[in-house]
């Protein structure tokens, strides 16, 4: 069974510190990965999707890698500012799957806060 | 505007009853999925359907029901069966297969 884990479970930097947020995952047999950002009481919000062919993705001050054959994931934050402060989950989507629906297991998140 | 959207925003229910949340997309997506969310935990899913009059369960579907009648609607019934019901529960769709996962925002169901 694909587990998902996201570490660590919360973080706090001061404004403007470069940061990376983990994720690693059990079973290296993924469709893609994909990084959502979720702010309190809230739906969430999709970052990147990386395919499994693909290292990394980009978008603003955002870049995902991808090592599959390790399972692990990471999302770098570059120049962190006080809006990037939120719950950041990510989540896989395994072989098989893209057929019968396109599930996603997820992690529990990475809470991270930015102090102005 | 194109999205997803999930009514109501908060509900109560009392023990006993059968409630059941709204969730319409207007992005013309064939697959939508219904999850939960606990305090400190990722989602789980609960039932998702790839076409219209199909659907299938998820990790947790016990205490649940869905239909798909509508490409754009897929209520969630959240039935007194379910004992543990509090929770904040997040519908999401897809193109059909791989693509990109979309949410909603979200309904908070408080068990009285």
């Known amino acids: 069974k694909q587990e998902v884990t996201q570490i660590p479970a919360a973080l706090s930097v001061p404004e403007g510190e470069n940061l990376v947020l983990n994720c690693s995952f059990t079973d290296s047999a993924i469709y893609n990965l994909q990084w959502f950002r979720q702010d309190p009481g809230k739906g969430l919000t999709s970052l990147l999707l990386?395919?499994?062919?693909?290292r990394e993705q980009t978008s603003g001050r955002l870049n995902a890698s991808l090592d599959k054959s390790s399972g692990r994931s990471t999302l770098y934050i570059a120049a962190s500012q006080p809006g990037d402060s939120a719950t950041y989950l990510c989540?896989?989507?395994?072989?098989?799957?893209?057929?019968?629906?396109?599930?996603?297991?997820f992690g529990e998140g990475t809470q991270l806060t930015v102090n102005p | 505007d194109g999205g997803i959207t999930q009514s109501p925003k908060y509900l109560f229910r009392k023990e006993g009853q059968n409630v059941t949340l709204s969730c319409e997309q207007n992005?013309?997506?064939?697959?939508m999925y219904w999850y939960r969310q606990d305090p400190g935990q990722g989602l789980r899913l609960i039932y998702y359907?790839?076409?219209?009059?199909?659907?299938q369960k998820g990790d947790i579907a016990e205490g649940y029901s869905v239909s798909r009648e509508k490409k754009e609607s897929f209520p969630l019934t959240v039935t007194s069966a379910q004992k543990n019901p509090t929770a904040f529960y997040l519908c999401?769709?897809?193109?059909?297969?791989?693509?990109?996962?979309?949410f909603g925002p979200g309904t908070r169901l408080t068990v009285l």
């Open positions: 989540a896989v989507r395994p072989y098989g799957e893209e057929t019968s629906g396109s599930r996603l297991t």
């Open positions: 990386i395919q499994s062919s693909q």
């Open positions: 999401a769709s897809s193109m059909w297969g791989v693509r990109e996962q979309f």
């Open positions: 992005l013309n997506h064939d697959a």
């Open positions: 359907s790839q076409i219209v009059n199909d659907f």
